[in-house]
């Protein structure tokens, strides 16, 4: 304890805290982390991941909208978990952990802020609900705040921490997700607010010298030059697919089309604000008392004007899934924190005091909010995070048919017809199954298949060859609410295998459903 407390300048009874406080915060992002039914987005990440179980390599598709890095990283921990859906969200854990460590243990000069910020992020319904998620947002902010603790070390005249930390942020936000476009753009502003503000204070030739000093270390540039040949790797195949490294400089106009155009994902401009208001308030509020400090605290200016960017590029773009919001109030956490450092350490004891109580209440109530979405109801449709998740119903006859062909290992080779328009994710969570089809019931029915999965419009047709084949009998039939903002499908499974094994009954075909 005494060599980290050392490393990271802590008093005991600070560092003491300071394990306390981390270890609380990774058992809320790792604990439960199977309550919440696979959502859509998990299960196309994971066919993903088995591409490269099953070529090798990921080949990278500028129309996809999502770098490699996610499936390798998902991939590597199925080694350890097996193909399981729930490794996207352990990867999803650890970046969303990773976030509160880093910014808990940030450069000295602020630390204070970024501990106010760690614990407003740990609170924050938003950052829990995906970051336990199995998808790309929380790898993404972690890379999001790992850059701007490298403008920190910048200044603070800690080079290497800042060529390393600058480094893996843009090469990780690359490899990610193409929206590290959008944070590009909002730092132009408050560069420029920067230069022109503080051009009588910052030296900026003396820095890039010394900049160029250090870069020229071999314990700096060969960590470097190791990402750069990783980012190539992953974007190629690591040779595999050569071709993928040239498509991430044309995946830029996809992206943007998709954006611009909405693709059934159109909200209305303040949308983010809007959310941000019922579920994010302590950070909303940060920001909104920030204002003032602005003037005195450079810092507070700098993070006002690039996140004031960041909300209006987000908002502009009529493309928002709610996840993305995570990547919208980092920032907003972090001017919180510049402040509540200010009124900590500058403000009297009693209206010190009231501020902290003030905050302290929202991060109850905050919290609060996460318990009954994180870990109580993950699924309350009624929620706004919550969006084109499967159903506790589907999540149950997914776990029940995997249970049935770990009793029964030789059903897997029986087929299973998926003949609804929209597949997933069966494909992901039945990829067990030797046999899958996908042939709709109108252009085929299976012979004597172990599961029929049909929309509701086509209940005739297979129920018709049902009964031509004399196999009617043989088949029980119920209603499945597969995921939200979709229609019921109608599935139909053999009695002798699926009888009693669901708690809902399974019907005659021909009676009403």
Not at 122 to 128: C, D, F, G, R, T
Not at 134 to 147: K, T, Y
Not at 243 to 253: E, H, I, P, S, T
Not at 434 to 453: H, P, R
Request: one cysteine or more; aromatic letters at 18%; hydrophobic letters at 50%.
């Amino acid at each position: 304890m005494t060599n980290i407390m050392a490393k990271f300048k802590e008093k005991p009874l600070a560092c003491i805290f300071s394990i306390t406080f981390l270890l609380f915060a990774a058992m809320l992002r790792f604990v439960l982390l199977d309550n919440k039914p696979i959502h859509f987005d998990e299960s196309i990440n994971m066919w993903f991941v088995q591409r490269i179980w099953e070529d090798g390599y990921f080949t990278y598709d500028p129309t996809n909208y999502h770098g490699p890095l996610m499936f390798y990283m998902v991939h590597f921990v199925q080694f350890f978990t097996g193909f399981d859906f729930l490794s996207t969200r352990i990867v999803a854990s650890i970046f969303s952990f990773l976030t509160i460590f880093i910014l808990w243990m940030g450069p000295v000069k602020h630390r204070t802020a970024f501990r106010w910020a760690s614990l407003l992020l740990l609170v924050s319904p938003a950052m829990s609900f995906y970051g336990r998620s199995g998808i790309h947002e929380s790898s993404f902010v972690f890379f999001q705040v790992l850059g701007f603790m490298s403008f920190h070390y910048l200044t603070e005249k800690e080079f290497k921490k800042f060529w390393w930390a600058f480094a893996a942020s843009l090469l990780g936000m690359m490899a990610l997700k193409e929206t590290f476009v959008v944070l590009i753009l909002a730092l132009v502003p408050a560069f420029l607010m920067v230069m022109l503000t503080e051009r009588k204070t910052i030296k900026y030739s003396v820095w890039w010298k010394d900049l160029k000093l250090n870069f020229k270390k071999r314990e700096v540039y060969m960590p470097l030059f190791a990402m750069l040949l990783l980012f190539i790797g992953v974007y190629s195949g690591f040779g595999g697919n050569p071709k993928g490294l040239r498509d991430f400089f044309v995946a830029l106009m996809p992206w943007l089309k998709t954006g611009v155009g909405g693709s059934g994902h159109e909200k209305e401009f303040l949308h983010w604000t809007k959310l941000m208001g019922v579920n994010e308030f302590a950070v909303l509020v940060g920001y909104l008392v920030a204002i003032p400090f602005a003037l005195k605290n450079k810092w507070i200016r700098f993070y006002l004007v690039m996140t004031f960017f960041l909300w209006l590029i987000y908002s502009a773009i009529p493309y928002k899934t709610p996840w993305c919001i995570i990547s919208i109030i980092w920032p907003f956490a972090i001017v919180s924190g510049l402040v509540l450092e200010d009124i900590t350490t500058r403000w009297p004891g009693w209206q010190r005091a009231v501020a902290c109580v003030l905050v302290f209440g929202m991060c109850a109530w905050e919290a609060k909010i996460q318990y009954q979405i994180v870990y109580n109801n993950p699924i309350d449709m009624t929620h706004p995070y919550v969006y084109v998740n499967s159903t506790y119903q589907m999540k149950e006859f997914i776990a029940k048919t995997q249970e049935l062909v770990r009793e029964q290992p030789l059903l897997r080779e029986q087929t299973v017809q998926v003949g609804t328009e929209e597949s997933w994710p069966i494909p992901i969570v039945f990829a067990k199954f030797y046999n899958l089809s996908y042939f709709k019931t109108n252009q085929k029915v299976e012979d004597g298949a172990l599961i029929y999965m049909v929309d509701t419009k086509d209940q005739k047709i297979i129920e018709d060859k049902l009964k031509e084949t004399g196999k009617a009998g043989e088949y029980g039939v119920f209603t499945l609410d597969v995921r939200q903002s979709r229609s019921p499908i109608y599935v139909y499974v053999k009695r002798d295998s699926f009888q009693n094994r669901f708690s809902w009954e399974l019907k005659d075909i021909g009676a009403p459903l």
